[in-house]
């Protein structure tokens, strides 16, 4: 269940690019803030279904085309895996436990965003930068040392 705030904000985003909030609409941004963990469309339907059993793939691809659209949600593509969705607009990173296949998100400070912007030659402007590290978590590497 959405809250308030939530609600409210996705209704001003959705009215940004013409469109209105459906009940699936809010029910996928609904599951998809609930557990902030990069999911698939294929694991955000099998949560939708839960509370709204007659929803079906092609709705949840739908909302999630929808909610990529006004930028509610990032689509992150790491390699050749499925899109994950992360809701999490803030400038940041993720990364990607090669073992686990968890992805986590990775604060960056604005002197780094910066830093990174002052990279592009002259006469480019980034929009986005998309910044990722693939690898194991320290629990992993420890682990794999010990077998």
Known sequence: MLTEK??????RA????????TRQREHIYSVILRKRDHPTADELFAR???????????????????LVEADLVRQVN???GPSRFCPN???HAHFHCRKT??????????????DLRSMLPDGFEAEHIELSYT??????VTSSHRN
């Open 48 to 66: 939708a279904k839960e509370e709204m059993p007659t929803i079906s793939l092609a709705t949840v691809y739908n909302c999630l085309e929808t």
């Open 101 to 114: 296949g968890k992805i986590f998100d990775i604060i960056l400070p604005d002197e780094i965003d910066a």
């Open 78 to 80: 790491l390699e050749r």
């Open 6 to 11: 939530d609600r409210n904000h996705l209704k």
């Open 89 to 91: 607009q803030s400038q």
């Open 135 to 140: 690898g194991f978590t320290a629990a992993e």
């Open 14 to 21: 959705l009215e940004s690019i013409g469109l209105r909030p």
